[in-house]
């Protein structure tokens, strides 16, 4: 991912060294020390010392960032380092920029909102842009049946858990009194047609969503239930679940332990 500013581009390490080194971490051993894989950013993300030196100096070079010469303990010289004006707009500018692939998740994101806390930033206003931007290709995944297609199996299962933890991710920083990961307690139900079907076909409108599953004899069912009960179930192609019948009304639940 890049970031520009008056035609500067920016890959992952400087971005990342440049917003530290706006939060004040001055020198470049401090960065390295951060983005060690033992350090509190390297334990998301890891960059090497001599990558993290030449991160810098393409920092400077780029005059993101100024460099000062002065004198430390034993008379040794240590070199300060601080992000100028182009350099911290080049840093929010980034922090605020929702990463483009489902695969930068685990990285970039995850990256900008230790960072953000870090700066005392909101993670909302990026988590909600994030979900937004990539909701149709993690649906476009998830509401596809992979049979038995491991690979698309995988794809799949991996989309999800993107999905969960961005919403759960965005529930936390709206209510962080709050567990969204708190279990709720079993249920039993009333209706009497409770039938076992596994999910064909997942198809959302704007609001409601069509599920299709097929009964275990190949007969078919539909059911008509909004687009926020279908993510709160987290259902896709290929889930085993109960549709149960009520009068001309189709419901669908899905076990906990199918």
Known sequence: MTIR????????????????????????????????PEGEIGRVWSLSRPLTYRAVDRLVELQLVGRTATS???GRERAVLRATAAGRRASTAWLDLPVGHPRDLRTELLLKLVLRQRSGLEP???LDAQLALLSPTLDALINTNPGDDLVALWRQENARAMR??????????????EDPARPR??????????LWARIDTVAHGDVMSSIKAVLPDGQRLTA????????????AAGDDVVMIVKSTEIMVAKPTNP
């Not at 969960?164 to 009194?177: I, N, W």
């Not at 307690?185 to 409770?194: G, H, I, T």
Request: some cysteine; overall charge negative; charged content about 25%.
């Open 5 to 36: 500013d008056r035609r500067i581009s920016l890959g992952l390490p400087e971005a990342v060294c440049l917003t530290l080194i706006v939060q004040g971490v001055d020198h470049g051993w401090a960065i390295g020390g951060l983005l060690a």
């Open 72 to 74: 430390g303990a034993r």
């Open 124 to 126: 909302g206003p990026l």
């Open 164 to 177: 969960r933890f961005l919403k759960q991710a965005a529930h936390t920083a709206d209510a962080p009194g």
């Open 185 to 194: 307690a079993d249920v039993r139900l009333s209706a009497r047609n409770q």
């Open 224 to 235: 008509a239930i909004t687009r926020d009960a279908v993510e709160e179930l987290d259902l």
